[in-house]
């Protein structure tokens, strides 16, 4: 009987085999090389609009900070604006008020 196969060394030999495949496939490389000629296309403030997105969209952490920083300044702009509307109608108010 043969022995039977190691899990550990399977998971290396398939480890490796896929490295392999990948180095291998035509369609990999293109796909590659294709990237790296359009990201080289790219001008800086695109290459920086691209850098910050994958760093946002990367992280989970990241992607929770952004929407949390989005609902804060939506919150403070939504204060502001009803406080001042608050003020100028009550400033009205009180002008038509006075004699």
Same mark, same amino acid.
């Given at each position: 009987? #043969? $022995?039977? #196969?190691? #899990?550990?060394?399977?998971?290396? !030999?398939?480890?490796?085999?896929? =490295?392999? &495949?990948?180095?291998? +496939? ?7 090389? &294709?990237? *790296?000629?359009?990201?080289? &296309? @790219? +001008?800086?403030? &695109?290459?920086? /609009?691209?850098?910050?997105?994958? *760093?946002? =969209? ?6 929770? !900070? @952004?929407?949390?920083?989005? *609902? %804060? *300044?939506?919150?403070?702009? /939504? ?10 109608? %009550?400033?009205?108010?009180?002008? $038509? /008020?006075? #004699?």
């Amino acid at each position: 009987h #043969p $022995a039977p #196969p190691d #899990p550990a060394v399977d998971a290396v !030999g398939s480890k490796y085999r896929q =490295l392999y &495949e990948d180095r291998i +496939n035509p369609f990999a490389a293109f796909a590659k090389r &294709e990237r *790296l000629r359009r990201y080289q &296309e @790219l +001008n800086a403030a &695109e290459k920086l /609009m691209l850098s910050v997105s994958s *760093l946002v =969209l990367g992280s989970k952490r990241a992607r929770m !900070g @952004l929407a949390v920083y989005v *609902l %804060c *300044l939506h919150a403070l702009t /939504m204060a502001v604006l009803y406080g001042y509307s608050h003020v100028r109608t %009550c400033d009205r108010t009180r002008a $038509a /008020m006075v #004699p």
